[in-house]
């Protein structure tokens, strides 16, 4: 009986997980990478397709600052001008302008009554709008300023009152563009991460 007990409260664990409170599974809502992850590193311009850095969720920033924080998002530093794409469908509910960056942050959420909330913060000459319904690769603007030379984005996934790895919500495509990436980097000696996710998922 116990075995029986433990088996279904593992099944309750799975599902919670890869489906959504609307009832449809969100495992792979995720199909590809919001900006272009290339398939090798180019030592000229220092450079994975547009990425020049990547910032995994649960990483550690500014260690030993007054700003020191836990990432709960991830961030992808790349080349100016970079286009920002959705990485999955679904609808943009809300669009927040960032005066201190000058620059946008998307909220999209995957269904109507879908829990969870993707958001591409750092997003800048849009083209798209409030309401719109969009699919996985399309348009939506292009990278925020991050210095003269680079810009960033990132993504971030919210369900309820926690951040989730993207990962979690990631096709096999957009696990292996990530896992290329940080393998990439890390040879480079550009990033030292174990994974893209350090950790599952972190209180808000």
């Known amino acids: ?8 409260s593992l099944l309750g664990i799975f599902t919670s997980c890869s489906d959504d409170n609307s009832g ?51 961030e992808y530093i790349t080349n100016i001008d970079t286009e920002v794409r959705s990485t999955s469908h679904g ?8 005066e201190e960056s000058e620059d946008y942050e998307l909220h999209i959420i995957l269904k109507e009554n879908s829990a969870y909330l993707i958001i591409y913060d750092h997003v800048k000459n849009l083209e798209v709008e409030q309401g719109d319904i969009i699919s996985s690769g399309d348009i939506l603007g292009v990278v925020g300023n991050w210095s003269d ?9 919210n369900l309820g009152n926690k951040h989730i790895c993207p990962i979690q919500l990631g096709n096999d495509v957009f696990i292996e563009d990530h896992s290329r990436l940080v393998s990439t980097l890390n040879q480079n000696e550009i990033t030292m991460l174990t994974s893209a996710c350090l950790v599952d998922e972190i209180d808000e």
């Open 91 to 98: 609808t943009i509910s809300s669009i927040n302008y960032q």
């Open 1 to 8: 009986m116990n075995k029986i007990i433990y088996l279904f």
């Open 149 to 157: 030379t680079l810009g960033r984005t990132e993504l971030q996934i």
């Open 24 to 74: 449809g599974n969100v495992s792979s809502a995720l199909q590809k990478s919001p900006v272009n992850i290339g398939e090798t590193y180019n030592t000229t311009t220092n450079l994975i397709g547009n990425v020049n850095m990547f910032i995994g969720f649960g990483q550690t920033i500014d260690v030993g600052l007054p700003t020191e924080h836990i990432s709960p998002a991830f």
